[in-house]
């Protein structure tokens, strides 16, 4: 089985390439996305080094001027898409893009790919360098507002977890602008409307979309005057591990001159992880930042903790027995929110489904910080759904039933450079 489904994930990432950049899959998602490439360039580089460099070589040519590279880049319109290109209204180095970015992954993928390559490959990552340095220093400046040390979101499409209910408090703050115009959603129309967010969460969505447009994408007003602002464990510590990985790659590469400033970050978003620390439910939370209201669920972002490398032992033991007390009531891996929390539905995108990408850093963070069964058990539940249902974006939780979009491109690669193995892939430190 394990041949069958190395060929099939390889037949995915091939259908689904256009040309130097994979979208994630058709209809559904037909762009560039900014995570989704840094993961399948993983897949690629399993069979493909060349293609997988190439994967991240055209997600940095998008990089706009002020260092942020944004969530999608249109390289062309596509009617099948909403909000496309003429919704956003900006671009990034003369490319269409969306005006907000998405979790910074790239530095790790890039640390990955020099780490199981021949040391020539390191010229490589140097090409990559300043872009991905420009990019952690964007998030640096722009998405920590004055008075909050964590890292920030003006959008929950930002964060990749789009309509997780951590994001309830922050949404229910905001009014939709009076003056949207009608629009017609396309995603419903290319999967199933129950496992997608509301109407009302899309009205409120394409409202912020709206405000970045009237305010021609200035970053600094978004997040000082935007309709929402949150503190975002899941971009917090993804930002801090790639500070912490993109350091490596900058002594690799005898940039000593930078270490200064990246250290300053780390330091920084070690102090800052303590922002999202809820004593209420004794977990990592999402924080309102103008309320300081907590999010009261523990979604898989909580538990990235281990991943950034953050938290004192009884932190980190409070974690572990979220995690564990969720693995006793699911079948297959670490949900994306807390089943005993209000609002889990185990079918509807970021309110209860297993993600790939996600339960792959959790996995990777735990194993390194000693904490292998846990890890192995990750991903071996994320191989045993694609054993059962195939490709898909997320799974059931409980059933491990597909959801959403099929064929789907980081599902295939992540099979291939992770839950496929015979042996564990992820190694304690």
Known sequence: MTETLNQQAMAILQKNDRGGFTIPTARLYPFQW???????????????????????????????????????????????????????????????????????????????????APASELARAGSLFESTLRWQRWYFHYRRPEGCPAICTV???????????????????????PDLPSYK??????????????????????????????????????????????????????WLRACRDLRE?????????????????????????????????????????????????????SALCFYADVGSQAQRDHTLEHIRRIAKQTKFGQPSWDPEAARFESQRYWCGPLWCQMNYMISKGLAEQGIPDLAEKMRLDLRHVIELSGFYECFDPISGAGCIGQDFSWTAALW????????PAIQAA
């Not at 998405?102 to 890039?110: D, G």
């Not at 291939?416 to 042996?423: K, N, Q, V």
Request: glycine letters at 8%.
């Open 34 to 116: 900014n995570w989704d490439s840094a993961f399948i360039a993983l897949g690629i580089a399993t069979y493909d080094r060349e293609r997988a460099w190439q994967e991240l070589e055209m997600l940095t040519d998008a990089q706009a001027d002020d260092g942020m590279i944004p969530h999608i880049i249109f390289r062309k319109d596509d009617a099948d898409y909403f909000p496309g290109p003429s919704i956003w209204q900006t671009e990034a180095a003369g490319i269409p893009a969306s005006g907000i970015s998405q979790p910074p992954v790239l530095a790790s993928i890039v640390r990955h790919l020099v780490e199981t």
């Open 155 to 177: 959008h929950p499409w930002e964060t990749g977890r789009d309509n997780c209910p951590d994001w309830d408090i922050g949404m229910r703050a905001m009014a939709v602008d």
């Open 416 to 423: 291939l450079a992770w839950a496929g193995y015979d042996a």
């Open 185 to 238: 959603r396309k995603d419903i129309e290319h999967a199933d409307p129950s496992q997608r967010p509301s109407h009302e969460e899309y009205d409120k969505y394409i409202t912020m979309v709206k405000f970045g447009r009237d305010h021609n994408w200035d970053q600094s007003v978004i997040v000082n005057n935007g309709p929402f602002l949150m503190a975002d464990p899941g971009l917090h510590f993804i």
């Open 249 to 301: 790659i900058a002594v690799w590469l005898g940039k000593d001159d930078v270490l200064p400033e990246i250290d300053s970050w780390i330091e920084a978003g070690i102090a800052g992880a303590e922002y999202f620390w809820n004593d209420a439910i004794q977990a990592y939370c999402v924080r309102d930042v103008r309320s300081g209201t907590f999010s009261d669920g523990f979604s898989n972002a």
